[in-house]
């Protein structure tokens, strides 16, 4: 199946039906296998659940990294309270384009990872938190779900297991803040979608009050082959710190841009030559940012020495995040590129943080008039120390997502800036 590009060097697992209508089907999903992990789960206990969780070295997909299973067990025991299981699929990234995948070839997939994350957690319900401009996959999701409350999978007494979960598929409005975990609990609540102060955290207090925990949507559609295979298993992929495969989102200046599914600690090289066919045209690389528009862009040299794993990113002075692989060419125009990305910032802050807010409208500003060919040297002095005052100073961070491709293009691609300020005009056109 050539789901639109495959590639030999990929170990498909969550992306294995990618581009296979059928897989969408509960009945197909259960003939290939499907709800049988729950079953095991379920068998096992929440406990041994978590532990597997553990052992396999599981990290995060939302950006962060941070261990699921260590996450889970900071989940309260036995509180008499409602828990909630989260699943974040407000995908909204600029760059990243596989959660709307995965709900939308392997919806059962993710419900099953859900489910089996409700349980380990003791939450009788999940929320799928979907991003509202995802139609088609809302639908999909919808239906799926209707399906498995329809064959027990889902409601109570699930298996006969004397388990009671609930799912509700709850469709988002469109705001990139509603992806960060507490501003998507202040929006499910119908609240502003605004990000809280923490502490308290989720898992003491979270979704209407109650211990909860937030997963992405490829975090808990790994779910059910894990606790299928076990920990050992998923590690036999990856490297020691970084275990597993990862979907990785590559667009841009590549012959074949697409979601590959490859082992972490992948070259990043390899995957822009051999995996998507090179750089378009046969032209020079120039720049990379290898995890979506959050994280710091590097350059062709830094590329070659970049590993795709959490720790091989941050060795190259980037990071991973969500492994949205955004690949310029020669000819793409670095200023107009971090521009339209502190534009989308600007546009997303939710207004709550003076740096966040101002900061971000006015870097955009600065940056703009540079484009146009009005800045000076000094406007660069003043993007980096305003842009410095902006992280770590805010309720979130996105507000240090604005940081990060400004300092970072301005340290490395100083002379496209000064070639438009002293001549006012630009390098490159696409
Ligand atoms: C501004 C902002 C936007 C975010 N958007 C998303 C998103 O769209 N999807 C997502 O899974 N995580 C997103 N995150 C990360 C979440 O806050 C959270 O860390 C994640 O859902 C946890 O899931 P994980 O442990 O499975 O990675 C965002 C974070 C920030 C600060
Ligand atoms: S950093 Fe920005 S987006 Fe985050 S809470 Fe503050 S103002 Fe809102």
């Not at 639109?4 to 498909?12: A, D, K, L, T």
């Not at 590549?254 to 995996?275: A, C, H, R, S, T």
């Not at 692989?325 to 125009?333: K, Q, R, S, T």
């Amino acid at each position: 199946m050539a789901y639109p590009y495959v590639s030999e060097h990929e170990v498909r697992i969550l992306s294995k039906y990618f581009g296979d209508p059928k897989q969408r089907h509960l009945d197909t999903y259960v003939e290939r296998g499907g709800y049988s992990a729950l079953k095991k789960g379920f068998d096992s206990g929440s406990a041994e659940v978590i532990e597997t969780v553990k052992a396999s070295g599981l990290r995060g997909r939302g950006g962060a990294g941070f261990p699921t299973g260590l996450k889970w067990s900071f989940m309260p025991k036995d509180t008499g309270k409602p828990h909630y299981l989260l699943c974040n699929a407000d995908e909204s990234e600029p760059g990243t384009f596989k959660d709307r995948e995965l709900m939308r070839w392997d919806p059962h997939q993710l419900i099953e990872g859900c489910l089996i994350g409700a349980f380990a957690i003791q939450a009788q319900h999940v929320y799928i938190y979907c991003r509202g401009e995802f139609f088609e996959t809302n639908q999909v999701l919808a239906r799926a779900v209707e399906d498995a409350y329809a064959k027990g999978y889902i409601g109570k007494d699930i298996l006969g297991s004397g388990n009671d979960i609930d799912v509700t598929v709850h469709q988002g409005a469109g705001a990139y803040i509603c992806g960060e975990e507490t501003g998507l609990m202040n929006s499910l609540e119908g609240r502003r979608g605004q990000p809280r102060v923490k502490p308290p955290f989720p898992a003491a207090v979270g979704a209407f009050g109650m211990p909860s925990t937030i997963n992405n949507v490829e975090t808990l559609s790994i779910i059910p082959h894990i606790i299928q295979n076990g920990g050992a298993w998923y590690r036999q992929y990856g490297t020691e710190k970084s275990p597993g495969t990862k979907l990785f989102c590559v667009s841009g200046h590549v012959n074949k841009p697409g979601n590959y599914e490859l082992p972490l600690g992948f070259p990043l090289m390899k995957l822009i030559d051999e995996v998507c066919g090179g750089v378009r045209d046969g032209n020079a690389l120039k720049a990379v940012i290898p995890g979506g528009s959050s994280v710091p862009i590097i350059t062709a040299e830094e590329a070659g020495r970049c590993n795709l794993d959490y720790e091989g990113c941050v060795e190259v002075g980037t990071m991973l995040g969500c492994a949205s692989v955004i690949v310029m060419d020669e000819h793409a125009d670095i200023v107009k590129q971090v521009r339209r990305m502190v534009d989308f910032y600007a546009h997303e802050s939710c207004g709550q943080c003076t740096p966040c807010r101002e900061g971000s409208s006015w870097t955009a500003q600065i940056l703009r008039r540079i484009e146009d060919g009005r800045g000076t040297e000094g406007d660069l002095d003043t993007l980096m120390e305003m842009t410095q005052q902006m992280v770590g100073t805010t309720i979130c961070v996105l507000s240090d997502s604005v940081a990060a491709p400004v300092q970072s293009s301005i340290e490395k691609f100083r002379d496209e800036y000064l070639a438009l300020i002293r001549r006012g005009e630009r390098v490159g056109a696409a």
